[in-house]
């Protein structure tokens, strides 16, 4: 971790936050380097490190955007694939919803604020809790999102419990393992009450790319490209979900790309310094290679499932 960040987190946020992200730098880093592969642990320390990073430039939401016509702004892109994953699952009024890998609560607050149902999200990340409540409380919702620390491969709650979930790009992330991919969707179909529905989106590739490829993407989404080979919708009806309406939007969320790299572009100066000119122009070239390999070998499904 560059020095300078933990000055500033000094300097901005005490002492504490600096043991923190010491902490989450730690956590994240070890998995790799002894086994070179993710786990849970791992994934959690992961987002509790980034997560000061991506508001500072990239804003509340922690996905990619959703460009129906391309000419969006980053932040309407966004909201325009929290929007989409909402439709799918069908919310309305009187419905409790679960949220699946929830990031800060952003999504999970638009979508209460649309369609005035009450949301329980769930995460692993104990930072992202600590700011996502905090987030919530700020945008006056705690009456309608509760944000709660947990598994997703093992929630803490009653068969039935929903009337509908959302799992808006979390899956791959939660998912260290095929296995994992098979007690998620089992926890979804278990929880969710008979009749509702879910909307899923995420990341997923048909192929896996190369090694150069693959470091790329383990730097840029700490992912192995093996990791995220996923067929999810045949996952889903494996596991007695009717797929209601499918598409595939990698093609729409291609732009995000761009809109981070006029970030790093417009904040340049900010960014060398806090990263360092090393650091920084890794990144840049890194960002630049992503997009042809999700060309290549990539897809993005959006799916409404019904139980």
């Known amino acids: 971790m560059p020095s300078r960040i933990l000055v500033d987190t000094w300097r901005e946020q005490g002492p504490g936050a600096c043991v923190r992200k010491l902490r989450a730098a730690t956590g994240m880093a070890l998995p790799m380097l002894l086994t070179g592969k993710r786990t849970a642990a791992g994934v959690a320390a992961y987002f509790d490190l980034i997560t000061d990073e991506g508001r500072r430039f990239y804003g509340d939401s922690f996905h990619f955007g959703y460009f129906r016509t391309g000419a969006e702004t980053l932040p309407q892109a966004l909201d325009a694939h929290t929007d989409l994953v909402a439709e799918m699952a069908e919310p309305t009024g009187e419905h409790h919803i679960l949220d699946v890998g929830c990031g800060l609560g952003a999504p999970a607050a638009r979508i209460a604020a649309r369609y005035g149902c009450k949301i329980t999200a769930v995460n692993i990340s104990r930072e992202q809790i600590r700011q996502g409540r905090e987030l919530i409380e700020q945008r006056r919702m705690s009456d309608r999102v509760q944000i709660v620390r947990g598994d997703a491969r093992a929630l803490a709650f009653p068969d039935g419990s929903f009337d509908g979930i959302v799992c808006l790009e979390a899956a791959g992330d939660i998912c260290v393992s095929e296995e994992d991919k098979e007690r998620l969707v089992r ?22 790319p190369p090694a150069t490829d ?34 595939d939007i990698i093609k729409e969320t291609m732009p995000t790309w761009d809109r981070t790299l006029s970030v790093y572009q417009e904040r340049s100066s900010e960014i060398i310094h806090r990263y360092g000119r090393r650091i920084a122009d890794r990144t840049r070239a890194q960002l630049h290679r992503i997009p042809t390999i999700l060309a290549s070998h990539g ?8 139980k």
């Open 187 to 208: 926890e979804l179909h278990r929880v969710l009450r008979p009749g509702g529905r879910v909307g899923f989106s995420d990341l997923a590739l048909h192929t896996n």
């Open 214 to 247: 693959n470091r790329t993407l383990r730097a840029v989404l700490y992912h192995r490209g093996e990791e995220l080979v996923t067929d999810w919708p045949a996952l889903f009806l494996r596991h007695g979900f009717q797929l209601v309406n499918r598409q």
């Open 299 to 306: 897809s993005f499904p959006v799916l409404s499932l019904l």
